[in-house]
């Protein structure tokens, strides 16, 4: 168990794959400068990996003050023991105040096992991050510069802020897409620390014996335009009014995880807190009702339109434009005049494979 | 909701987790193929009692239930060390959680859990490959991909949705086990039977039934927190180190919003006007 510690430095875990750093890391360094900043202290990116030095620069470039450096040839894989060991013996060391994740499958596999290792708290799948203060309910004691790890929670439309104010370090997976990818700024300089790790045989009780990597059918996040499907298109068949809308857009078609799970579309699809987060130029709503889970996935878009026959669907409450009606014939008139506007098709889009 | 912004959850109907039938049809299925008994844990209020029942009819062999006023606002960290001390009464090779639960989604409860026991973990379970000399291959979901891996026993496995399709009570064991309840259960019934009926009537009454339900193996097993040997220090409310320090309803609201007739014309004038803020091409 770690005190809390004033001084302590905020970090980010670089997760890499065979030399690439993720995506989720990266975000995390622009949301990472912003709390280090606040709280005075510097920002550290945890580099994990076998011959990884040639990452330390982009880290740097990202934001991070220092990065902390353990190359070993038994890090060469992620594995859940190894990362552990190492990433929990650099806690237990240096004592950040902060240690943030990706809520990828790494960081979901990873973050736990370390927080209960340290004995410390851990909260998911953060959509925002945010310093602040608390005062527990009949305590005068008040809990100054706190993680605040703000995420939706339990069955609808809340939105808890979730805080550990005595056992640090202040943990948090953060959900992919959900902060802005910083510039990098290539004259930025910042300091390396390579640590000397021991590890052995012993510390890998899980042994790989196969990998296959599945491309993502369709890059959500780079889309420019999204035309995104609920329950509401019925079945499988009218999903098909999702994909032509897209198509004529040059957008990528995208689903609810309700309309996932009624096998409309598939996963890769998925917008929300179990899926992708967007904010793309404009996102066009057919059939969702809105609930806060989806929300969260792209209610950071610049236009929002929404097509629904349920005037009360929240949905409509964050939409640029409500379009009250029946998307059976609100999405065809609205292909109609799409392509009387003769707005070029092109093939951005996924579309059909 | 409760004041301290934890979820009340007396007010919440008990259910079968879903993907936590996933890891039971494991379970069950490594039995099938391997033998072994399948013990059902669970952490919560009397009423998930009815969980239990519900493993017993699809297949398990034992069923414990962890219930003590002591566990409430436990967040993961407590819950696993809760778990923990239970699972390591029991004489185990796998331990099987599902990947996540539906209210939280955390999908933290199985590798703390791993890490408290000591043992390997594999999550995001989408297929078990083999069992053979006390080592087991599985093969995971890693987000772009999937992965296979191996290890000796014991492990603790975490099982998705996409592993397996649960199998569903089976008639016999309904009927065996409709009448299989906890002690905990035994005395709210028998109170509400016997509304007037004195306290030590009902606890000798409770005593009696409790020891013919296990002679006949329809007694689901009961531990509380002392049973466990839980140090209450990591257990509840102060073992948990998350706390709430405040729930929003959320209402996002656009900045400028307008409502488009779902016409011709409704709608030509609103891509006109997306193309004009150069949002579509």
Same mark, same amino acid.
């Given at each position: ?8 430095? #905020? ?50 470039? =990202?934001? /991070?003050?220092?990065?902390?450096? +353990? ?35 790494? &960081? ?9 290792? /340290? ?45 550990? =104010? ?39 009780? #899980? ?26 298109? &019925? ?24 309309? #996932?799970?009624?096998? =409309? ?40 339109? +929404? ?23 609100? #999405? ?17 889009? /996924?579309?059909?494979? | ?63 414990? @239930? ?5 566990? *409430?606002?436990?967040?993961? @960290? *407590? ?81 998705? *949705? ?27 019934? @028998? ?26 193996? @329809? ?61 579509? *091409?």
């Amino acid at each position: 168990m770690i005190d809390v510690n004033r001084q302590g430095e #905020v970090w980010v875990f670089a997760e890499q794959h065979k030399g690439k750093l993720e995506d989720t890391p990266l975000e995390l360094m622009s949301k990472g400068r912003h709390l280090a900043n606040i709280l005075g202290v510097k920002l550290g990116a945890l580099l994990l990996g076998s011959r990884v030095k040639s990452l330390t620069d982009k880290l740097r470039h =990202y934001g /991070a003050d220092k990065v902390y450096l +353990a190359e070993h040839p038994l890090l060469e894989h992620y594995q859940t023991n190894s990362y552990a060991k190492v990433i929990y013996d650099l806690i237990h060391k240096y004592k950040p105040q902060i240690v943030l994740y990706g809520a990828t499958t790494a &960081g979901r596999d990873l973050a736990p096992r370390i927080a209960s290792a /340290a004995k410390a708290g851990l909260t998911a799948d953060c959509t925002d991050l945010q310093i602040g203060d608390h005062k527990p309910a009949g305590d005068n004691q008040i809990h100054k510069n706190l993680l605040f790890q703000i995420r939706p929670a339990f069955g609808g439309n809340i939105i808890a802020t979730i805080i550990n =104010y005595d056992r640090w370090p202040q943990m948090a997976t953060v959900r992919e897409g959900v902060m802005p990818m910083p510039t990098p700024d290539l004259m930025r300089k910042g300091q390396v620390i390579e640590e000397k790790i021991t590890l052995s045989q012993s510390d890998l009780p #899980v042994e790989i014996i196969a990998e296959h990597t599945r491309p993502k059918k369709v890059n959500l996040k780079a889309a420019r335009i999204i035309v995104a499907g609920g329950a509401g298109v &019925g079945s499988k068949d009218n999903f098909r009014l999702i994909w032509d809308l897209a198509n004529c857009l040059g957008a990528a078609p995208a689903a609810t995880r309700a309309a #996932v799970d009624l096998g =409309y579309i598939d996963h890769d699809h998925q917008v929300g807190q179990t899926g992708t987060t967007v904010r793309p130029s404009l996102y066009i709503a057919v059939g969702i009702s809105g609930a806060i889970q989806h929300q969260a996935g792209m209610s950071q878009s610049q236009k929002i339109v +929404a097509i629904n026959n349920d005037p009360e669907a929240p949905i409509l409450q964050i939409a640029h434009y409500k379009i009250i009606g029946d998307l059976n014939i609100v #999405v065809p008139k609205m292909i109609k005049t799409i392509k009387e506007k003769g707005i070029k098709e092109d093939t951005v889009a /996924a579309g059909h494979k | 909701m409760n004041d301290d912004g934890t979820v009340n959850r007396g007010a919440l109907p008990a259910i079968f987790n879903p993907e936590d039938l996933n890891a039971l049809e494991m379970a069950l299925g490594i039995k099938d193929r391997f033998g072994g008994r399948v013990t059902v844990v669970t952490m919560g209020l009397p009423a998930a009692g009815a969980i239990l029942r519900d493993a017993l009819y699809r297949g398990a062999d034992d069923a414990i @239930l962890i219930t003590d006023a002591r566990c *409430a606002a436990s967040d993961t @960290l *407590a819950t696993s060390y809760i778990l923990s001390c239970a699972v390591k009464k029991l004489d185990y090779d796998i331990v099987l959680c599902g990947r996540q639960a539906i209210d939280g989604d955390t999908a933290q409860v199985g590798p703390q859990l791993a890490e408290k026991l000591g043992i390997p973990q594999m999550t995001y379970i989408e297929q078990l490959i083999e069992i053979k000399d006390r080592t087991i291959t599985i093969q995971r979901n890693v987000g772009n991909g999937w992965q296979q891996v191996k290890t000796k026993l014991p492990v603790l496995l975490t099982v998705t *949705a996409d592993a397996n399709e649960p199998r569903i009570a089976a008639a016999k064991r309904l009927m065996k086990y409709k009448n299989a309840i906890a002690p905990v259960e035994l005395e709210q019934k @028998l109170k509400a039977e016997n509304p007037n009926a004195a306290e030590g009537e009902i606890k000798e009454l409770a005593t009696r039934k409790c020891s013919e339900l296990e002679n006949k193996g @329809l007694l689901i097993k009961q531990w509380n927190l002392d049973f466990l040997g839980a140090d209450l220090k990591w257990c509840g409310r102060n073992g948990s180190p998350t706390k709430v320090h405040r729930i929003q309803s959320v209402v996002l609201a656009a900045k400028e919003s307008k409502t488009i007739e779902p016409t011709d014309d409704g709608l030509s004038d609103m891509i006109h006007e997306l193309i004009e803020d150069k949002i579509i *091409a």
